[in-house]
């Protein structure tokens, strides 16, 4: 079956994530400082409302709709159903075949069958009329994260949707006000937000362990070439064009900054992004593997595979402070998110995990292993001390997607405001367009769009969760 739902041709897909037109699919010299920049916040419209610390009603149990159930979806709905207060009422797929597989899952744990929508792009609005269904997840391609999570919001339902939020500034800012005019959440689930070292890391930074925070590295460094080996259907099918973009930037910044900018409370309160440079090497290694792995006249060997292999990001917050961000999926290369946080009594450091604090010993010294595990005795995150043994098992990368989605029952359960505001889906992803766009006019710096119209200084930073 073709997926009548990608854009055909590579000009229509650059349409589609908003390349043609802006000029930013054509490469171009030269530098604007980022003084020059005027960077225009649309106003609220009247009715709307600030979301950063939105509660919803509480649920006394989640229903889920799930559009998307391939290789992470079919996980997502699988867990979603093993989770206390949460069921699975219903999942859209192009596919009859994966809907299907994803259905029996469910019902194999013992739960009642969700009804099955499949065959056609635009089925899983059908989905989205039934009045049975609270929350959605969105498992798609990344053209369709903003669309599908603006069509479950306008159907009434909150809307979780996979990463990044949107592709381009434009969708962000749709995302964001169908939120605020709906008055439903929407959540990018940025997972490696739980995972356990950046839950320490979290904890470490709140209780002020690190000193003043004064500069982070993120990352998302990931051999992912192999996918390309999908053709037809399966991520490599969709996500390959991608790498066809020329100057396309960091196209997947959210694993490694979510964290940092967490443990930095960005958008919230004290500080928040300010401005990006970004520059990439060329982009070789795609085509290097097409070659290698398909015939001469294979649509693989067709495309100029033109986003630049690794990107790297420079970011200054408002406060002056720094962040490294970097992103490579094609070279291989040992797999990192970098994870690192540095404030003025310490560094902490992921892959591997290291941590240099005053007061732990010779500062001047990496200290490895066996003293790293002293830190998780004395700063491991509650969520971690309270979910860690029962998300291992559970599995989800290491246990840390089972913490998220409980996490996400249970302040829909509860009625409380989620980890991560919509604000914040936003922020972390509009570093791709951004660094996109410093990238095509040679590294210039580009300014943050502020999502929350000026609101993050009211906004109370992520704390501790019990
Ligand atoms: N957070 C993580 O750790 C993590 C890990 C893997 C993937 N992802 C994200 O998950 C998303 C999905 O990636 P994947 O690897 O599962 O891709 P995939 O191709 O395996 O799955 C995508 C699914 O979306 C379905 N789909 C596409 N258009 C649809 C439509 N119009 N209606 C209904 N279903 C539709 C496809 O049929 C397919 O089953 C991506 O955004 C990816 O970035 C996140």
Redesign the pocket.
């Known amino acids: 079956m073709s997926?009548a739902?990608q854009p055909s041709n590579r000009r229509d897909f650059l349409k589609t994530v908003g390349l043609v037109g802006a000029g930013i699919a054509a490469a171009t010299s030269g530098c604007a400082s980022h003084s020059t920049q005027v960077v225009t916040t649309p106003s609220r419209p009247t009715g709307a409302k600030y979301m950063g610390d939105f509660a919803a009603p509480k649920l006394e149990t989640v229903r889920w709709g799930a559009?998307?159930?391939?290789?992470?979806?079919s996980g997502a709905v699988s867990q979603l159903a093993q989770i206390e207060g949460s069921q699975i009422v219903a999942i859209?797929?192009?596919?009859e075949d994966?809907a299907k597989n994803a259905g029996k899952a469910v019902e194999k744990l013992g739960k009642p069958a969700p009804a099955l929508y499949y065959g056609a792009?635009?089925?899983?609005h059908e989905m989205l009329a039934r009045p049975d269904i609270d929350a959605v997840v969105i498992?798609?391609?990344?053209e369709?994260?903003a669309p599908m999570a603006i069509a479950a919001m306008e159907a009434g339902k909150h809307a979780f949707v996979?990463?990044p939020m949107a592709f381009t500034i434009a969708d962000l800012w749709k995302v964001i006000d169908t939120s605020e005019r709906t008055g439903k959440h929407c959540m990018m689930?940025?997972?490696c937000n739980y995972n356990r070292e950046e839950l320490m890391f979290l904890n470490l930074a709140r209780q002020q362990v690190l000193g003043e925070i004064l500069h982070g590295e993120a990352a998302y460094l990931h051999p992912l070439r192999e996918q390309m080996m999908e053709v037809n259907?399966?991520?490599g099918?969709?996500r390959t064009k991608y790498y066809a973009i020329p100057n396309g930037g960091n196209l997947?910044p959210t694993?490694g900054l979510g964290p940092v900018a967490q443990y930095m409370s960005l958008g919230r309160t004290e500080d928040t992004f300010e401005r990006l440079v970004s520059f990439a090497s060329p982009g070789r290694g795609r085509d290097l593997f097409a070659k290698a792995k398909f015939p001469a006249d294979h649509k693989w060997n067709q495309m100029k595979f033109q986003c630049g292999d690794i990107t790297t990001q420079l970011i200054k917050t408002k406060l002056g402070r720094t962040i490294m961000v970097q992103w490579d999926e094609t070279n291989p290369r040992p797999y990192s998110r970098h994870d690192l946080l540095m404030g003025t009594k310490g560094t902490v450091a992921g892959y591997p995990a290291r941590a240099a604090i005053e007061g732990w010993g010779d500062t001047e010294e990496w200290s490895e292993n066996e003293k790293f595990e002293k830190l998780y005795e004395k700063y491991e995150h509650p969520l971690w001390k309270r979910m860690g043994e029962i998300a291992k098992k559970m599995g989800g990368?290491g246990g840390m997607?089972f913490i998220m989605r409980s996490r996400i029952v249970e302040c829909l359960r509860n009625g409380e405001p989620l980890d991560q505001n919509v604000y914040e889906g936003a922020l972390w992803s509009s570093v791709r367009p951004l660094s996109s766009k410093s990238e095509q006019e040679g590294g210039a710096p580009q300014l943050f769009v502020d999502f929350t119209r000026g609101h993050w200084q009211t906004t109370i930073p992520l704390g501790i969760i019990g």
């Open positions: 997926n739902n559009i998307g159930v391939g290789a992470r979806g859209a797929d192009l596919y994966w792009p635009d089925k899983y498992c798609t391609p990344w369709e994260h996979e990463v689930m940025e997972n259907r399966g991520t099918s969709w997947y694993h990368h997607d």
